[in-house]
């Protein structure tokens, strides 16, 4: 496993309260980012509500993306730490293991299908698509629970889903629609209402809450399956607890955020030392990580100057992908 | 108190492993499985620890890996398997720690009778100088000690270890084994299963041989381990001394 010298243990809580903290001010700050340039002032104004634009622009427009980028971003993070927990790996994350695509694939497959554009039906459909993904996942691996098996398993379920994808986009009868789901599929909170976050939100919650449940199981696999199961660990109870949260979370994400990669390998990654590597403990903290990643992620792209705003799940593709390079260079003992 | 199985049979992958077995371990006795590759004695510790569903008496009723409750059973019996993999680099004490995890509630923190059993099971095996090592990164040796205290964690009234020395230098092996031979002391009662006959011979209150899925002989180890039986199991011939005994070559079939 990694080699790095664990940083001192913190003291319980102690981690959790900087995160915590870290997102609120994250959160407000990413209140004030916009096209329109507001202040303290106006956000009060729009609280008091005399302002009908103000009011629009804060309630309408920045509230929805930043709750969207929490809550996103922290079922993104917890999904992370889950699977790497339950396939005890460090890269097994949804992007990389091709969940993420599968839920694209049925989000697009619903948004091809139906004619009302989003409605229950995309994050339903793409939360099927996300659980049979981690189920077939979970079937390849249990032969063999190896790094190199299990990134193979993910490039050839990526591939299935992209091409699936495809096959739907080419067989797109209006060029515009298609245009619109390969933006939606880049992943990005721009221009999301309340009905949106009104539709992901239950979902994700009940995923976050099943995965929250996996922590004694999670930690009972550090010494794999069988003596987890002689620690009175039910295996299979834990695979399906994960594989169901997982696959809320990311499914109903997706669905309303498109697919937005590596937020759960990158903030796992980078909080596993502060834990002391205990995979229960790394749950919570990876939520908040991950949605003050998002967040602040989501902030940059509302900085950064030029005409066209950067779509987040390219910019979190950026960060993420050289750090799953570095992952693999220091995880490459293990494969087999 | 006894720790049983009777006349059990396991089939894994369509193929007949155990066939038609009883074992019993009483508490305070070390007893040592003993048998040739694949005679099927870490499938029949592993149904003895509720790892594998099996079927009991000639009626052949299937008996599920769970029968009580899964967490009840953890509490009644520690398994330590064999080549146990580390998959984070959790600090010793944390290791060790899990062997807590039948006694805790899923949202409830290690409380005082848990530190005192995880202190306990460290100093018992001679750990407590690495508690806060990587668990990772430690020698055959220390690993193997701390595979032990994480499974004396949990103060279980059996203990099932599935070669616990198979990795270790003669004297580690030795220190091993009276680790092991004080649990049984205390109480515990101790199965475990060796390769080594003269380890089995000097430690086990009683020796169960093991030859194709079933149990060919049962006790002492002068009566377990004559030469009929080692060429009828392992098919060796062995040269004998007053506490020891060497194989010499392969048995004429």
Known sequence: MMMRAAPARLHHGALGLFLSLLVLVLFVLSLFLGPADLGLPDLFKAIDGDDGILQAIFWQIRLPRALLAVLVGGSLGLSGAALQGLLRNPLAEPGVIGVSASAGFGAVLALYFSAAGLSLSVPLAAMTGAFLATALLLVLARRDASVLSLILAGVAINALAGALTALALNLSPNPFALADMVHWLMGSFADRSHRDVMMAAPFIIMGMALLLLSGRGLRGLVLGEETAQSLGINPARLRLLVTLGAALCVGAGVAVAGAIGFVGLVVPHILRPWVGYDPARLLWPSALGGAALLLGADSLVRLLPGGQELKLGVVTALIGAPVFLHLIWSTRRLMR | ?253
């Open chain 2, 1 to 253: 108190m006894t720790l049983a199985v009777r006349d059990i049979s396991i089939s894994l992958d369509g193929q007949k492993i155990v066939k038609g077995a009883s074992l019993a371990v009483s508490s305070g006795e070390l007893v040592a499985l003993i048998g040739p590759n694949g005679a099927g004695k870490s499938t029949l510790l592993k149904a003895l620890a509720g790892l594998l569903p099996y079927r009991e008496g000639a009626q052949n009723v299937p008996v599920s890996a769970s029968t009580t409750s899964i967490r009840k059973a953890a509490r009644l019996r520690a398994w330590l398997g064999q080549d146990a993999v580390i998959h984070w680099p959790v600090t010793v004490e944390r290791l060790v720690a899990l062997g807590r995890l039948p006694h805790l509630d899923a949202f409830q923190a290690a409380p005082h009778a848990d530190r005192e059993a995880i202190h306990q099971a460290l100093s018992r095996t001679g750990c407590l100088h690495l508690a806060d090592r990587p668990a990772t990164h430690l020698s055959a040796g220390e690993r193997a000690r701390v595979l032990l205290a994480r499974a004396l964690a949990t103060g279980a009234p059996f203990l099932l270890a599935d070669e616990p020395v198979a990795a270790l230098d003669p004297a580690h092996a030795f220190h091993m084994m009276d680790l092991l031979a004080e649990e049984a002391k205390a109480g515990c009662g101790v199965l475990v299963v060796l390769h080594d006959l003269n380890l089995a011979a000097r430690y086990a209150d009683r020796l169960v041989l093991m030859h194709e899925g079933q149990i060919i002989a049962e006790g002492a180890a002068d009566h377990v381990l004559d030469d009929h039986n080692l060429a009828r199991s392992y098919g060796i011939r062995v040269a004998r001394g007053p506490h020891w005994l060497v194989p010499v070559g392969r048995s004429e079939p």
